[in-house]
């Protein structure tokens, strides 16, 4: 008799904590960090909810939850200006780790300097952008160049001289100026006789 009255016990206190903790699914907060994120503009998406992250926020998190067993694709909408934007790790089913956290990676554009060369008819022109140690040098007859590491938008650049060519004397035009989100093409560099 004993064994048949605490069985239905056991069953109704079950029910309780069930319905005591509202007897539904687990959910899970979207979070997340972001690192070198400086400017406006980055839009986060996943699940049908877009988020739009401040300039220069470390973390985030999305304004709705997901419930045990949803897919979930974390993806960069839109990047920041001037910026790029990678998200680590973005795909997962809600569950399957003890919370969700989205890495997320950003860095500022670079774009390469350069322009044209005219007059050039001897080697040893080397080209320099500031304190930047890589060197662009010029071949005989060269009518182009393109410094060898790019510039961040943002830095100023200044393109000189370092060396000039064996039978020429060459001057920089348009050398200097801050890089935009694009390449710089307009540096003139002329060469004449010496």
């Known amino acids: ?48 909810m877009d988020l739009k992250v401040p300039a220069k926020a470390t973390t985030f998190t999305f304004p709705n939850t997901l419930d045990y067993g949803d897919v979930y694709a974390v993806i960069r909408k839109t990047p920041p200006a001037h910026q790029e934007c990678q998200v680590l790790r973005g795909t997962e089913t809600a569950g399957r780790l003890s919370s ?37 040098t010029a071949a005989a007859g060269a009518t182009a160049f393109t410094m060898p590491n790019k510039v961040p938008f943002g830095i100023t650049y200044g393109i000189t001289v370092l060396t000039q060519p064996a039978t020429e004397t060459c001057s ?23």
Request: proline residues 5%; neutral net charge.
């Open 100 to 136: 969700i956290n989205i890495d997320v990676y950003c860095t500022i554009n670079t774009a390469p300097v350069g322009g044209t060369i005219t007059g050039l008819k001897s080697t040893g022109l080397q080209l320099t952008n500031g304190s930047d140690p890589a060197v662009s």
């Open 1 to 48: 008799m004993t064994k048949s009255f605490l069985r239905p016990a056991i069953v109704l206190a079950l029910a309780l904590s069930l319905a005591a903790c509202g007897g539904g699914k687990a959910t899970f907060p979207i979070t997340g960090t972001i690192n070198g994120l400086v400017y406006e503009g980055l839009v986060l998406s996943t699940n049908g």
């Open 172 to 194: 920089v035009a348009n050398g200097t100026g801050e890089m935009g989100d694009v390449a710089v093409t307009n540096v003139a560099v002329t060469c004449v006789p010496k």
